[in-house]
T-cell receptor, first 111, second 117 residues
Framework: KQEVTQIPAALSVPEGENLVLNCSFT??????LQWFRQDPGKGLTSLLLIQSSQREQTSGRLNASLDKSSGRSTLYIAASQPGDSATYLC??????????FGPGTRLSVLP | GAVVSQHPSRVICKSGTSVKIECRSL??????MFWYRQFPKQSLMLMAT?????????EQGVEKDKFLINHASLTLSTLTVTSAHPEDSSFYIC?????????????FGPGTRLTVL
């Protein structure tokens, strides 16, 4: 059974800081890993998708890395902004396409 | 990019009534659609997977007679919460994929917030 955990559960930082969100999964036989953003009461926005053959993906100020052997992924956010405040979820497909989601990291970036 | 819509975005109903939530893929054909549920301060949990024209596959612990899923076309799936009760109050999100492969991206709808009084 695949289990996904995320650390920290919550994070509050001043604007401009670089920060790292961590995701761990128990079954390393994954096909890809995806990072999402969820604003309160809203649906999910896909941020980055890393295929199992890749080690990292970048989009703007976001960089996600993947280490399958250790069962870890990190999401790096550079120069954080108040607009980055949201819950960040990582998810891995299990038994095909079904996702197993982590519990999320609630990020607050203070102006 | 691919867009998935959900309707309604919010619904409030009385206990015992049934509520239907629609999930549509607007600019692509969704071979597979997924329904998730999220309780407050908890992560998303997959409820069921549906493929167009066939019966949905429900996750363990999800009552198929209570959560009726219909995927009648390649652009529409519906989730009907029958005889809703307050404990069914939750945030329901659908996602859609145009493929069946393990690397296909899922596109998520904006979600529907259900409140049962």
């Amino acid at each position: 059974k695949q289990e996904v955990t995320q650390i920290p559960a919550a994070l509050s930082v001043p604007e401009g800081e670089n920060l790292v969100l961590n995701c761990s999964f128990t079954d390393s036989a994954i096909y890809n890993l995806q990072w999402f953003r969820q604003d309160p009461g809203k649906g999910l926005t896909s941020l980055l998708l890393i295929q199992s053959s890749q080690r990292e993906q970048t989009s703007g100020r976001l960089n996600a890395s993947l280490d399958k052997s250790s069962g870890r992924s990190t999401l790096y956010i550079a120069a954080s902004q108040p607009g980055d405040s949201a819950t960040y979820l990582c998810a891995v497909p299990f038994y095909g396409q079904n996702f197993v989601f982590g519990p999320g990291t609630r990020l607050s970036v203070l102006p | 990019g691919a867009v998935v819509s959900q309707h309604p975005s919010r619904v409030i109903c009385k206990s015992g009534t049934s509520v239907k939530i629609e999930c549509r893929s607007l600019d692509f054909q969704a071979t597979t659609m997924f329904w998730y549920r999220q309780f407050p301060k908890q992560s998303l949990m997959l409820m069921a997977t549906s493929n167009e024209g066939s019966k949905a596959t429900y996750e363990q612990g999800v009552e198929k007679d209570k959560f009726l899923i219909n995927h009648a076309s390649l652009t529409l799936s519906t989730l009907t919460v029958t005889s809703a009760h307050p404990e069914d109050s939750s945030f329901y999100i659908c996602s859609a994929s145009s493929g069946t492969g393990r690397t296909d991206t899922q596109y998520f709808g904006p979600g529907t917030r259900l409140t049962v009084l």
